[in-house]
Structure formats: structure tokens, C-alpha cells
């Protein structure tokens, strides 16, 4: 928890540089942006339709950053214009699979040829689609080009259920897919020997980790074993993720909003249905205060039970999105500060900065699917734990504390 | 940024759907099979660690006895020497005694024969001096009996001087 405050204060530390080194440049010179990418992580540069796709003022760094931390439809590593002044794109498009008022329609993401802004119309099974800020729409029937109003809203477009493969759907997949070829194979190697070999020992350590400091302390010796199956994927599937988002592809999964709150759902859900007679009776008519007292507490706990994994979701969340944040302003600083630094200094501070700051989100990933996982197993333990009515009022102290915690 | 604008439904429905296949599956080949491998590990360690601390206290025990053993057969020993020695004594003092007895009654024995001897010299010597002197007076008396009145007399000189045993 120490650890996380200094991390706060250490990002408004950074962002309060950031935006005195974004304001003293106001330069126009371009760079090929292919070069920040040889700089640092999440630079996937994209083009967007004015600029020629370069990134370089403050405004454009602000909107590339909020661009990056959207989930998006192609998986870009970089774009360049060449020298007949066309926009190349590396990387390679993604399935879109939505729902429509025609029924399920899938197509390539190709097809809207890096557009984000609502101009080029993909006609599908009769039904049309632009793609706005990462979000797909469907054109309202009659309507043949996307009219926006002055807040970038469609006005005669609606959303639809889209259950595209993103890159977030990827990277969920990888991540997925990893955990299953990791510890299968730790599964695996316990057929030849009570010890595993190669890079299994290295998970051993982990899993028994999870289970003895997390599950057991906090759910108990004799019911942890029924959660250890969602904690495990749980943590495992975080902290894969939170480490994918750290890589050069630039992921952000669990920066996600709907994904923190699908996982704190589960959270919810598995509290709610596991919980015993104790827990309820405590949520809506705590023993041993008076009766008084057990009325205004009823809505506290009511309340509680929804607090608990918003905290969850929330948290999460922002770390990791202020964690990208983070790490892309100060890859920027290489930009916005080269009238000040110079070139090669600025660079050099950028470097530097992101570097420090990296090391820091490599903690934050962990950190991040370690607290989860643990407040998770803590709030499972909560409502799965058995007490005699002498101590029953400490466990409902301990609640309240947790959730001012982290 | 306005998370609700971010929200994006088919995302989310997504993410649940894989995370619902992935704990499954993960249970499935993963974690059940590892935990139950590390539980059966851990318990093979404590069962080897128990029966390690019984070898011991076994060793123990018989080290114990061991000890035990020895200290009775120490025992034992010494009980027989001691008795050997008594037994010694004993046979030392009741040979002496018989050897005594032996000997006070040869001595006995020797006295009385001597004693038995020496009546039957004196016997023997009463009657040898007794035929010498029956000799003696038969000579005295030839010699002495031509005169019969010095016979007389001679014989009561020689009764005089005879004192009898």
C-alpha cells in the first residue's frame, strides 16, 4: 500500500513535469513518427486523417494518448509516409463481428482503412457502418454519410453489440492462450516428477504463492480450495496482461473499463452466491449492536456489497491507465522538449524518465493483479467465513477498513 | 473521458465469455492437476519428515535399551563373581574345618593305640619279669634247697624285696 502512494505521488510528480516541458514547445517541425517507436513502448503511431498522421503537438500527443488507451479494431505497430507522401501502416486488421439490425455481420477492419472519424462507410448485408473513436456505429436507415454534432456525436447514427476480435479481444486471447501452454505444462510436468523442470519451476513458486498468501490466509484453510480455480485465472490472466500492456504492441486490456468491471462482476457474483447465513445476517441485521443501530447499518452494508468490488474495478482501471498515460507523455517529452533540450536531450530525458517510469509499471503490473487477487479472496473469506457471535463484530470492523485500504 | 462513453458492452461480453472458458479449461488442466500435485508433494515431505523423527525416536529406543541391557548384564556379571568368591571362601573354611577333624581324630586314634600299646608292653614286661623271676627262683631255689633251712630263708629275704605291681 506504501508502495502505491508513492506511486501517486511520483505520477502527479511526472505529469506536472510532463505538462511544463508540453507547454514550453510549440513547434511545428516534423519527425517521422516511425522514429518513436524505435524510442519506446506504445508508440503505435496511427494515422489520423489530418497531420498526415504525424504526432507532435501537445493537442496531437493528447489525442494520440487518448486514442491508445481506447480499445481499437487493428493491431498497428507503426505508420510512416513514404516518399510519394501516402500513409503506410504496419501491423495487420482485425476481424468485426457485430450485431446489427440485420443480424450478425462480420467483416475486416481493413475495410475502414484506418479511418476513426465516422468518413468512410462500410456497406455489409445491406446495413452500413462507420467506425468513430474506436466505436462502431450503424447509419440509420436513409442516412448515407455520418453527420456529427459538435461534441464528435453521431446524430444520425446509432451503436451496435460489437464482439469484434479487437486487440484487446487478442490480447485477452494471447494472454489466454499463454496461461493455458504455461501452466498446462507445469500440470503437465508433474506426471514425470513430484518437481518440475525448465521454466515450471519458475511458476511453481508463483502458483504456491497465490494459494498460501493470498487464499489461504484470507478465505481459510478448509474452503479455499474451491476458489483457488478463479483467484489463479484470476491473477495469472491480470498480471499476463498488465506485462502484455507493457510491450512494444501496446496493449491495454486491463485499462479497459469493461474489462475491470467484467472481473469485478465475477468478484461480486462469486461473494454473493458463496456467502453464508453469517454474511447476510450481518449485511441486514448485525448482531450484537442495537436495534437502532442495526437499521442504520442495513444501507451501509447494502451499499457495501456494491462498494466492494467497485473499488475493485476502479482501481485497477486507473492504474493502469495512468500507468500508460504515464509512459506515453514521457516518451513525448522527447517530442514537446526539443526546442528547449535539443534533440539528443531530449531524447536523453525521455529516455531516462521512461525508463524509471517503466520500472515502476513492471512493480504496478504485478502489484495490481496481486491486490485484486487478494482483496477478491479477502472478500470471498468475508462471506464464507464462520463466527461465533463473540468476535462477530471485529470481522465486520475488519470490512469496513478494507475497503479505505488501497 | 467519459467512462460510460467507454464502455463498450460487446467488450465486456467478451472478456466474460473468455474468462469463463479460460477458468473452466484452466481448472480443468491446469490448477486441478497442480495443486493436487503440490498437495500430494507436501504431504509426501511431511509423511517422510514424521517417519524420519519416528526412525529417530526408534533409535532412540533401542539405544536405550541397549544401554539398559548392558547395564543388566553388568549386573549379572558382577552377582556371579561376587557369588564365585563367597562360594570360594565358604569351600576354603569348610575344607579347613573337615581337615581339622580329620586330624584330631587321627591324633586320637594314635594316642589311643599308643596308650594300648604301652599296656600291652606292660603286660608283656610283667610277665617276662615274672618268668625271670620264676627262672631266677627256680635257680635260687635248686642252688638254695640243699639246706632246707636257708631255702626258707631266702625265700622270705626274696618276698621281702619283691614289691608287685
Known amino acids: 500500500m506504501i508502495a502505491q502512494q508513492l506511486r501517486k505521488c511520483l505520477v502527479t510528480l511526472v505529469f506536472s513535469l510532463v505538462s511544463i516541458a508540453m507547454f514550453s514547445s510549440n513547434e511545428n517541425t516534423t519527425l517521422p513518427a516511425q522514429h518513436a517507436n524505435e524510442h519506446g513502448q506504445h508508440n503505435t503511431t496511427e494515422s489520423h486523417s489530418s497531420g498526415g498522421g504525424l504526432i507532435d503537438t501537445k493537442p496531437e500527443i493528447d489525442a494520440y494518448k487518448k486514442h491508445h488507451l481506447a480499445d481499437s479494431h487493428d493491431f498497428s505497430l507503426f505508420s510512416y509516409t513514404d516518399s510519394h507522401g501516402k500513409r503506410k501502416h504496419v501491423g495487420f486488421s482485425l476481424p468485426v463481428i457485430v450485431w446489427s439490425s440485420k443480424g450478425l455481420v462480420t467483416f475486416m477492419s481493413s475495410e475502414f482503412h484506418h479511418n476513426d472519424d465516422g468518413s468512410v462507410i462500410v456497406t455489409k448485408n445491406g446495413a452500413k457502418f462507420a467506425k468513430i473513436h474506436s466505436k462502431i456505429y450503424e447509419l440509420d436507415a436513409g442516412a448515407t454519410a455520418v453527420k456529427l454534432d459538435n461534441d464528435h456525436h453521431a446524430t444520425n447514427a446509432h451503436k451496435v453489440w460489437d464482439f469484434s476480435i479487437t486487440k484487446s479481444v487478442l490480447g485477452m486471447l494471447i494472454a489466454g492462450l499463454l496461461m493455458l501452454l504455461l501452466f498446462g505444462g507445469l500440470a503437465k510436468g508433474y506426471k514425470k516428477g513430484p518437481i518440475p523442470t525448465g521454466f515450471s519451476r519458475v511458476l511453481e513458486p508463483l502458483v504456491i504463492y497465490v494459494r498460501d498468501e493470498i487464499a489461504r490466509p484470507n478465505i481459510g484453510e478448509k474452503k479455499y480450495r474451491k476458489y483457488m480455480g478463479f483467484l489463479l485465472t484470476v491473477f495469472f490472466f491480470i498480471w499476463i496482461l498488465n506485462l502484455l500492456g507493457l510491450t512494444p504492441f501496446g496493449f491495454n486490456v486491463t485499462g479497459n473499463i469493461a474489462v475491470t468491471v467484467c472481473l469485478a462482476i465475477f468478484t461480486f457474483l462469486i461473494t454473493t452466491f458463496t456467502a453464508n447465513k453469517d454474511y447476510w445476517k450481518h449485511i441486514f441485521w448485525m448482531p450484537g449492536v442495537p436495534v437502532p443501530m442495526k437499521i442504520v447499518l442495513m444501507p451501509i452494508e447494502i451499499l457495501g456489497m456494491f462498494t466492494k468490488p467497485f473499488s475493485l474495478l476502479i482501481r485497477l482501471f486507473a492504474n493502469i491507465t495512468a500507468g500508460h498515460a504515464v509512459v506515453m507523455g514521457l516518451i513525448a517529452v522527447a517530442y514537446t522538449a526539443r526546442e528547449t533540450l535539443g534533440l539528443a536531450g531530449g531524447f536523453g530525458v525521455s529516455t531516462l524518465l521512461t525508463l524509471f517510469i517503466s520500472l515502476i509499471e513492471l512493480l504496478v503490473a504485478f502489484l495490481q493483479a496481486f491486490i485484486f487477487t487478494m482483496l477478491s479472496s479477502l472478500f470471498i473469506g468475508m462471506a464464507v467465513e464462520e463466527h461465533d457471535h463473540d468476535h462477530a463484530h471485529d470481522a465486520e470492523v475488519h470490512g469496513a477498513e478494507d475497503n479505505s485500504i488501497v | ?165
Open chain 2, 1 to 165: 473521458m467519459n467512462l460510460l462513453n467507454d464502455f463498450s458492452p460487446g467488450l465486456f461480453v467478451m472478456q466474460a465469455v473468455i474468462l469463463l472458458i479460460l477458468i473452466v479449461l484452466m481448472r480443468k488442466f491446469a490448477w486441478k492437476p497442480i495443486l493436487d500435485s503440490l498437495n500430494d508433494r507436501e504431504d509426501g515431505i511431511q509423511n517422510a519428515l514424521d517417519a524420519a523423527e519416528n526412525a529417530k525416536k526408534e533409535l532412540q529406543n533401542l539405544q536405550a535399551d541397549n544401554e539398559r541391557i548392558l547395564n543388566e548384564a553388568r549386573a549379572e556379571r558382577d552377582g556371579m563373581l561376587k557369588e564365585a568368591r563367597e562360594l570360594k571362601t565358604s569351600m576354603i573354611a569348610t575344607a579347613k574345618e573337615e581337615a581339622q577333624a580329620e586330624a584330631d581324630k587321627v591324633i586320637k586314634q594314635a594316642q589311643e593305640a599308643i596308650k594300648a600299646e604301652k599296656k600291652a608292653a606292660v603286660a608283656d614286661l610283667k610277665n617276662q619279669v615274672a618268668g625271670i623271676s620264676v627262672e631266677i627262683a627256680e635257680k635260687v631255689v635248686k642252688n638254695e634247697l640243699a639246706d632246707k633251712n636257708k631255702q626258707l630263708e631266702l625265700v622270705s629275704s626274696l618276698l621281702k624285696d619283691v614289691t608287685l605291681n
